[in-house]
């Protein structure tokens, strides 16, 4: 069925493809994150700000929740008029895999640029794990990519499997989004936002646990990190953010069962903006997640709850090296362990900077900049 829905933008792509391109129209596809904040909403700001003359449409990640509310409306503004923009814009730029670009084929002068939601990857994704059609078909829309941009060059070489794209096609210059991590204004307006929204968490340690997304508890998540005991067991101005991945989130109902817990745990699975969360945060508790890639930027201490270490390695996506001797903190496969590491404070920052400079080529925060010049020189 979506592979109609594909064809059928395809045609309607081909038919606007006769007309001209338009030498400063953006098409942005922001599905996994269409907030400002994110690397496409970054660019999008700056090229706002600092270049003239330019046009911004978008197919942005809510596209399906109103579709299907209006439906026949949704129909004609993805099929046909987001077919149109795409067909004439002379940038693309993606935060996410869109695949009825498999079916398309865009003009030789049309950049196409991929600013890949994570900020680097402890699992494998893309094409490193995907069988069938899907792996064609997400490979067949990659070739299209003429710029993947990355951090660093490991992660090029890491990204050009995962993408199933030559190295020349992937440039080491920094991604946007992480350019506030560098403006430490930003962070304590940031941070000002949040206590201001939570006022009562202010002088608080705030622990920021956001598990990784598993493939298999989409419906029915489960909470095995036993924040009940790690309450009883940590001292009473520790609060606990839970930030669950969109696709679960929506149904978790953990706190809503354990009231006698709430006053120290948070859930702010909604909360818009990450790097926020990351700001206020005075440690994170994750497992594979990327998120890690973006907080060691603040050398703050990192736990890795991986308490299906050995199923995830066998049977789940896997990794592209030793979990255990790749990441920046201590590992940890119970409740106990957690609670342990809190409790004798068993961090060495220094893992976290060696990683931090092992993960990013520049430290400068000027990685939005670096793209304008290179690929926005109108």
């Known amino acids: 069925m979506k592979k109609i829905g594909y064809f059928i933008f395809a045609c309607f792509f081909y038919l606007f493809r006769i007309l001209p391109v338009k030498p400063k129209k953006v098409f942005c596809i922001m599905t996994h994150d269409s907030s ?26 809510d596209e399906r929740e109103r579709a299907k509310k209006h439906f026949i409306r949704e129909f004609l503004s993805f099929f046909v008029v987001k077919a149109y923009h ?13 695949l009825p670009m498999a079916y398309l ?22 094409q490193s794990i995907n069988k069938g059609d899907l792996k064609k078909l997400e490979g067949r829309g990659n070739k299209k990519i003429t710029h993947l941009i990355v951090n660093s ?12 794209i030559t190295e020349d096609k992937i440039y080491v210059w920094g991604l946007p989004r992480t350019d506030e991590f560098f403006n430490a204004e930003l962070e304590e307006t940031k941070r000002d936002l949040f206590f201001k929204k939570y006022p009562e ?31 009883e ?44 969360l990351l700001f206020v945060s005075d440690i994170l508790i994750t497992d594979y997640s990327s998120i890690i890639f973006e907080y060691c930027l603040l050398e703050r201490p990192m736990i890795f709850y991986a308490y299906d270490l050995d199923l995830f390695e066998k049977e789940g996506r896997g990794f592209y090296e030793d979990y255990q001797q790749y990441v920046p903190g201590p590992v940890a496969r119970t409740t106990d362990d957690v ?23 520049y430290l400068d925060g000027r990685s939005g900049e670096r793209l304008l010049n290179k690929i926005f020189i109108w």
Not at 86 to 97: E, G, Q, R
Not at 153 to 164: C, I, N, P
Not at 223 to 230: D, H, P, V
Not at 339 to 357: A, G, M, N
Request: charged letters at 30%; one cysteine or more.
């Open 36 to 61: 400002e904040d994110s690397s496409v909403g970054v660019v999008v700001k700056a090229l706002k700000e600092k270049r003239e003359g330019y046009s911004f449409y978008y197919i942005k990640k």
């Open 153 to 164: 060059q490991y992660t090029k070489e890491q990204y050009s499997e995962a993408f199933g």
């Open 339 to 361: 609670i342990e590491i809190i409790r004798k404070d068993k961090f060495t920052i220094e893992r976290v900077k060696l990683f931090k400079r092992q993960s990013y080529e």
């Open 233 to 276: 067991n940590t001292d009473e101005d520790m609060v606990f953010l839970l930030k669950l991945h969109p696709f679960v989130a929506k149904n978790f109902s953990f706190l809503k069962e354990q009231r006698d817990i709430s006053q120290r745990v948070l859930n702010v699975s909604h909360y818009q903006d990450i790097n926020t």
């Open 86 to 98: 795409l067909a004439t814009a002379s940038y693309v730029m993606l935060d996410n895999i869109f």
């Open 201 to 231: 968490l202010k002088g608080k340690k705030l622990v920021l646990y956001a598990p990784t997304f598993r493939d298999d508890e989409t419906d029915r998540p489960k909470m095995k990190l036993e924040l009940s005991a790690i309450i």
């Open 105 to 126: 084929k865009f003009r030789k002068k049309v950049c196409i640029i991929q600013l890949w939601h994570g900020t680097g990857t402890i699992k494998k994704f893309g």
